[in-house]
């Protein structure tokens, strides 16, 4: 049996930043937040998320009009972040005003869903700026990689994935990769097709070996989609400097 199929994670390696990881903090604890793009009700992961049992939306920042920000998924979608005196925004683990939020940043927002109307009444939001975003998308599969696994070829010690953009790559796995899954060391073993990964690494030989592979299994996958965010306007604008309203 090759030794990666055995392999453990040594708890030291399992440092894993995805699109958000250590970006956005809340006042509870300084929580992490994980990947972005669409609405979802839950983490991708360890859930680690600052609110987990609350459903959030993630997108890109399109407009402002007054306490109201609209944001647009990767898959087009359109939905309305509505803040409040009790809203807590932070940015880089500080808390920031919405007249720091810009046009083309990512936000990540967290409190009552109305999946019907794709309105959200916000208790939390991150927000993250727009070149920041853009060196993520422009990192993916050279850095950092996340996606759906669509085969698993164990003697080539390769898995091929459709990326969160969509697009198709194949990574390669070896000795060093660690594998974690529900916060548990894992091996290469109790991943399958239609599984959700995601994880750092870097380019070897032109072909991308993660360092710590987080694995989410297809059926949570199905309820925790993980698409990219959504390009950003050539010149981002500021958005209003209206206070919130409660």
């Known amino acids: 049996m090759h030794p990666i199929l055995n392999r453990r994670c040594n708890p030291l390696r399992a440092i894993m930043v995805a699109l958000t990881l250590a970006l956005c903090a809340t006042s509870y604890g300084h929580a992490q937040m994980d990947s972005a793009g669409g609405a979802s009700r839950g983490p991708f992961g360890q859930g680690r998320q600052g609110f987990p ?3 959030s939306v993630r997108g890109t920042v ?10 647009q998924t990767e898959e087009g979608v359109a939905y309305t972040v509505q803040c409040s005196d009790n809203t807590r925004i932070f940015k880089n683990h500080q ?6 939020i810009h046009a083309g940043d990512m936000l990540i927002a ?3 869903l109305d999946d019907k109307a794709h309105t959200l009444r916000a208790v939390f939001v991150g927000d993250i700026d727009a070149a920041t975003v853009q060196k993520m998308r422009a990192d993916l599969g050279k850095t950092w990689i996340a996606g759906k696994v669509t085969k698993i070829d164990m ?5 091929t994935l459709q990326r969160i953009d969509q697009k198709t790559q194949v990574i390669a796995v070896n000795e060093t990769t660690s594998f974690r899954k529900d916060g548990q060391s894992v091996t290469l073993r109790d991943l399958h097709v239609g599984d959700g990964v995601r994880g750092k690494g870097s380019l070897q030989n032109g072909i991308f070996v993660p360092e710590v592979l987080h694995i989410l299994d297809a059926a949570r996958l199905a309820r925790h989609p993980m698409p990219l965010p ?3 306007p050539t010149q981002p604008q500021p958005l209003s400097q209206s206070p919130p309203q409660p």
């Open 53 to 55: 049992n609350l459903p």
């Open 62 to 71: 399109t407009g402002m009009q007054s306490n109201t920000a609209t944001i």
């Open 95 to 100: 808390p920031i005003k919405i007249s720091d």
């Open 110 to 112: 967290a409190g009552e």
């Open 155 to 159: 003697d080539a010690l390769q898995l």
């Open 230 to 232: 959504t390009p950003q």
